[in-house]
């Protein structure tokens, strides 16, 4: 079993930046894809980036790329969303999720644990 909690998030401006941290439990985090989904209010939760074991592949949405960063820490078990250039539509309730295999994807079915999320909020 895994847990996983996010810290970071919080109220800022248009243009500001954040980062988020996931801290997960477990002594296999290193084997694990990792993600960053977010949902905003009557929305479906959506991907937002992703990170394999080595942390060589990370695919990104599009309406992200340029602009925000994951990374991970294997040696603390925690993986970083550092997003840059915020804009409003970026509010959202932002999950970090951890896969059993090392490969990072974008579907969210596919990640086998979910932390509670943490608020970001944008205003212009």
């Known amino acids: 079993q895994v847990q996983l909690v996010e810290s970071g998030g919080g109220l800022v401006q248009a243009g500001d930046s954040l980062r988020l941290s996931c801290a997960a439990s477990g002594r296999t985090f290193s084997s694990y894809a990792m993600g960053w989904f977010r949902q905003a209010p009557g929305k479906e939760r959506e991907f937002v980036a992703g990170?394999?074991?080595?942390?060589?592949?990370?695919p990104y949405a599009d309406s992200v790329k340029g602009r925000f960063t994951i990374s991970r820490d294997n040696a603390k078990n925690t993986v970083y969303l550092q997003m840059n250039s915020l804009k409003p539509e970026d509010t959202a309730v932002y999950y970090c999720?951890?896969?059993?295999?090392?490969?990072?994807?974008?579907?969210?079915?596919?990640?086998?644990?979910w932390g509670q999320g943490t608020q970001v909020t944008v205003s212009s």
């Open positions: 990170i394999g074991w080595s942390g060589r592949s990370t």
């Open positions: 999720a951890a896969r059993r295999v090392p490969a990072a994807v974008t579907e969210a079915r596919q990640y086998n644990y």
